[in-house]
């Protein structure tokens, strides 16, 4: 478990969780411009927990959320912070157990993240917004189950999965084709048992 969990808070480290929270940012901003029924928030948080590790995708998921929510003023981005620190820590265990070494175990990583997603904001939807999600696509399944006299828990647990585990299939495609093609010293920098650091 520690193994899992060891984190290197090096200069490469440091810098590498502003660069995903930007990266969070800007795909969250340009899912929300286009009104597309993806999220598109979590590409850095899923980059920052490969390379550094559980602890560090929680903090640019949870960092991305806080400071959106803020700057932005969409108060339910604040919310789901706490979706978006479970959804870094599961991808970085994952990573950690091998599970991005190759396209297929990349797509399981995701479905692990995408699940993660669900468990954690099916009870805040229904918490705060009667077990919507606010997307156009999940909401329409929502409505449809509650016009067939579903529990509103069910309802809001097929929300989230139609919504986030293609979310973070297509999420997943895009980190590991970006990851699998970083060179191997610039991702040694960010390795939890490094000592030294060096570009040259």
């Given amino acids: 478990m520690g193994k899992l969990f060891k984190t290197n ?5 440091i810098v590498l969780i502003p660069a995903c ?21 979590c ?16 903090i640019c998921g949870a960092a991305n959320n806080l400071i959106y929510g803020f700057t932005t003023g969409d108060n339910i981005t604040l919310v789901y912070a706490l979706t978006s620190l479970f ?8 990573s950690r157990l091998g599970f991005m070494e190759s396209f297929p175990k990349a797509m399981i990583t995701a ?7 669900v468990i954690v904001s099916t009870p805040l939807n229904i918490i705060y917004w009667g077990g919507q999600t606010g997307n156009v696509w999940g909401d329409a399944v929502f409505a449809a189950t509650q016009a067939a006299n579903l529990p ?49």
Wanted: proline share 4%.
């Fill in 9 to 13: 808070f090096s200069t490469a480290v």
């Fill in 87 to 94: 959804i870094g820590i599961s991808v970085g265990v994952m």
């Fill in 111 to 117: 479905c692990v993240g995408g699940l993660a997603a």
């Fill in 43 to 58: 590409i850095g948080t899923c980059i920052g927990a490969i390379l550094g590790g559980p602890v560090i995708g929680g």
């Fill in 152 to 200: 509103v828990w069910l309802g809001s647990l097929l929300d989230e999965l139609v919504v986030d585990v293609p979310d973070k299939l297509i999420t997943g495609v895009i980190v590991y084709l970006i990851v699998s093609k970083l060179p191997g010293k610039l991702t040694s920098l960010y390795d939890a048992n490094a000592v030294v650091e060096s570009l040259d």
């Fill in 21 to 41: 929270i930007g990266i969070n940012y800007i795909g969250k901003l340009f899912a929300q411009v286009l009104k597309l029924p993806l999220w598109l928030d």
